[in-house]
């Protein structure tokens, strides 16, 4: 049974950082794709970001480039989130996502588990 398990959310000032982690069971880390989606209230969840099993390619959303960095460790079976420079409008559920295949996608129905989320909530 695959297994993800976020954490590290939080409250934070903008302008503050926050590292997410995720953590896998259940399968071979290492041969699939990872991914972070996040939902506000009332909107549809969107892409953040995604890593490919080696860690080579790493798209992001616009809104989040150069201020976060996806990262894996694959021999730990974690993957992470990187935020600086947050902004109230970062405020979201945060999600990680395994993927079906190595091809680090921004659909999410391209990821085949999910993991609970963990809440990030930015003041101004």
Known sequence: QVQLVES????VQAGGSL???CAASGRTF???AMGWFRQAPGKEREFVAAITPSGGTTPYADSVKG??????????????LQMN????ED?????CATGRGSFATVIPGTYAYWGQGTQV???S
């Open 8 to 11: 590290g959310g939080g409250l």
């Open 67 to 80: 201020r976060f960095t996806i990262a894996r460790d694959n021999a730990k079976n974690t993957v992470y």
């Open 85 to 88: 420079s947050l902004k109230p």
């Open 19 to 21: 590292r997410l982690s």
């Open 91 to 95: 405020t979201a559920v945060y999600y």
């Open 30 to 32: 290492s041969n699939y």
């Open 121 to 123: 909530t930015v003041s």
